[in-house]
């Protein structure tokens, strides 16, 4: 007959002898005691955590223990049903046999599997914001493709622009007052009318129209 009192009392002496920091005895009847059980740390010194609380039943280890998790730091909702599930595969394959060295070194690995996977993640999230902004920057340097059709939506808006600033100056003009200019003056302020008047010239006009031109010249000055 199995003396389950006996595997019980000599597993709970060899557990507090392998976690003397991190195992604590809650009760004697039943035997209840937790164990902390933390992750090696990542390259950025992150790490998992969880607080596991086991209780023997009477004919443990033929049974397995109960098990919860009275806290955990860092472990997302799918970690923890992971833990719970990999617990009672360990727990089914190992009946008749103490347990809970087994069990804790599990949770030990699956831990540091979770912290790998966080800096799986975080390497690829870093790749990702890397890879946005490369994009971004091409697209600025190689600026906007020209087509006709956003060319030409392009030129309606610029010439849209430019008759409403056109439509605004000659308003400010009238509201100021500004008054008209004296042929002298347009003809000063104006050099394409002596431009188009030496084009006159040169393609050979008769002496009357450029009489009458140097006498209305005359005239203005």
């Given at each position: 007959?199995?003396?389950?009192?006996?595997?019980?009392?000599?597993?709970?002496?060899a557990?507090?002898?392998?976690?003397?920091d991190?195992?604590?005895?809650l009760?004697?009847?039943?035997?209840?005691?937790?164990?902390t059980?933390?992750?090696?740390?990542?390259?950025?010194?992150?790490?998992?955590?969880?607080?596991?609380?086991?209780?023997?039943?009477?004919?443990?280890?033929?049974e397995?223990?109960?098990?919860?998790?009275?806290?955990?730091?860092?472990?997302?909702?799918?970690?923890?049903?992971?833990?719970?599930?990999?617990?009672?595969q360990?727990?089914?394959?190992?009946?008749?046999?103490?347990?809970?060295?087994?069990?804790?070194t599990?949770?030990?690995?699956?831990?540091?599997?979770?912290?790998?996977?966080?800096?799986?993640?975080?390497?690829?999230?870093?790749?990702?914001?890397?890879q946005?902004?490369?994009?971004?920057?091409?697209?600025?340097?190689?600026?906007?493709?020209?087509?006709?059709?956003?060319?030409?939506?392009?030129?309606a808006?610029?010439?849209q622009?430019?008759a409403?600033?056109?439509?605004?100056k000659?308003?400010?003009?009238?509201?100021?007052?500004?008054?008209?200019?004296?042929?002298?003056?347009?003809?000063?302020?104006?050099?394409?009318l002596?431009?188009?008047?030496?084009?006159?010239l040169e393609e050979?006009?008769s002496?009357?129209?450029?009489?009458c031109?140097?006498?209305?010249?005359?005239?203005?000055?």
């Amino acid at each position: 007959m199995t003396d389950y009192a006996e595997e019980q009392r000599n597993e709970l002496e060899a557990i507090e002898s392998i976690y003397p920091d991190s195992f604590t005895v809650l009760s004697d009847d039943p035997t209840s005691f937790t164990i902390t059980v933390t992750s090696d740390a990542g390259e950025n010194c992150e790490t998992v955590e969880a607080t596991f609380k086991f209780t023997y039943v009477e004919k443990y280890p033929d049974e397995p223990p109960l098990w919860e998790i009275n806290s955990q730091e860092n472990l997302e909702e799918s970690d923890v049903e992971d833990i719970h599930t990999l617990l009672q595969q360990q727990a089914e394959e190992n009946l008749g046999m103490v347990m809970i060295f087994t069990l804790v070194t599990a949770v030990q690995e699956k831990l540091n599997e979770i912290v790998d996977v966080m800096k799986n993640r975080r390497e690829e999230e870093k790749l990702r914001k890397e890879q946005e902004a490369e994009e971004a920057e091409k697209v600025a340097f190689q600026g906007t493709v020209v087509t006709i059709e956003n060319f030409l939506l392009w030129k309606a808006k610029f010439e849209q622009e430019v008759a409403e600033l056109r439509r605004r100056k000659q308003k400010e003009e009238e509201q100021a007052g500004k008054p008209k200019l004296t042929g002298k003056q347009l003809f000063e302020t104006d050099h394409n009318l002596d431009t188009s008047d030496i084009q006159f010239l040169e393609e050979g006009k008769s002496a009357c129209q450029c009489e009458c031109l140097e006498r209305m010249l005359s005239m203005l000055f």
